[in-house]
């Protein structure tokens, strides 16, 4: 029996959003590409050899959601950060995820992956909020299409299958929708064709798997976009566009059932 108090409110809301289907097509596993067997939409892939795809939120692209790469799929996945014009790269799998599960750091070193190269700047370290921190770099990619420079916020210390505060969610989103916001400009001043396509100049954002921690931000930045729209919907969308683990565990639909009743 649920009592009348906040928290019980907000969990058994949680619990009922986390049985929405978004029914997407998805594609069966293939290990060469897919790093855990979830299957993902091959309506909006990205790319045939990576685990990423364009999620659409009320009939517009708002992000690319992707899992960890693999070693071998770095050179592909750099491709894809170019053709996107990726305004920032978003990490949001720990230092302790990295370390423990041997995932290439390819975001903060500089390096060569085929005829991709490589230059990663530190540049700052922001407070989000609750402990938790996200490092901010520079990185430049060239050898493919043209050289970018694309920022990369790397969140170090939000644990895999667990949320972060309403403050610390608030306060990532709006540094990548501030990091975008000024990226998009610089691509408008440069008169960029990338600004009047609807499929590029998206946020990158993964975690390991690319569902969970990936899943309650892409969702944060769709309640701001579209105000108006319910947590159920977006979560719809959200699943449609990639597969039935956004959002993947209750306490991260939990983080956003507040965010929706504080809005």
Known sequence: MIEESGLDTYQATAHRLMMIKGGARCFAFDPNRDRFNLLHCADTSVRNELNANRIKINDRYIAIASQFPYQHQLESHFQMLVEN?????VVLASDTDIQGNDLPDYFSNS???GNIRTQSVFSSTEGLGSGIEARVYQLNVAGYDASIDI?????????DHQTVSSEATINLVALIERITANKRAFYEKRR???VHDPAKLLPVIHCRAGVGRTGQTIATMAMNTYPSMSLEAITRDLRASRNDFMIQTPVQMETLVRLMEEK
Do not use: D, E, K
Not at 151 to 159: A, S
């Open 85 to 89: 014009r990726t305004p920032v790269l």
């Open 111 to 113: 390096s060569i992956y």
């Open 151 to 159: 920022p990369v916020v790397h969140v170090h210390n939000w644990p």
């Open 192 to 194: 960029s064709r990338a």
